[in-house]
């Protein structure tokens, strides 16, 4: 059984940095694409950053230059390094490989 577990999320002033990580189980990462997602209150979700099995990324262009994905084959790990945070980037952040999806991990920006 795939499970996909994030953590790292929590309380961030502006301008800061936070890693967010997933570790998955039950499964090899690597083989599918991988991605990270968000959900704010009252909006829909939408695709943070991905990476593709061979390694090339993309990124929302609200996030460029700012977030980074990263996997750990070794590990079974994908990463999320998120700086210069905004108010605008608090939102439930989840992991997504092939079809499974993490519980999800809440970031909040405020000052």
């Known amino acids: 059984q795939v499970q996909l577990v994030e953590s790292g999320g929590g309380l961030v002033q502006p301008g800061g940095s936070l890693r967010l990580s997933c570790a998955a189980s039950g499964t090899i990462l690597g083989i599918f694409d991988m991605g990270w997602y968000r959900q704010a209150p009252g909006k829909q979700r939408e695709l943070v950053a991905t990476?593709?099995?061979?390694?090339?990324?993309n990124y929302a262009d609200s996030v460029k230059g700012r977030f980074t994905i990263s996997r750990d084959n070794g590990k079974n790990m994908v990463y999320l390094q998120m700086n210069s945070l905004k108010p605008e980037d608090t939102a439930v952040y989840y992991c997504?490989?092939?079809?499974?999806w993490g519980q999800g991990t809440q970031v909040t920006v405020s000052s």
């Open positions: 990476m593709t099995s061979n390694g090339n990324t």
């Open positions: 997504k490989y092939h079809t499974y």
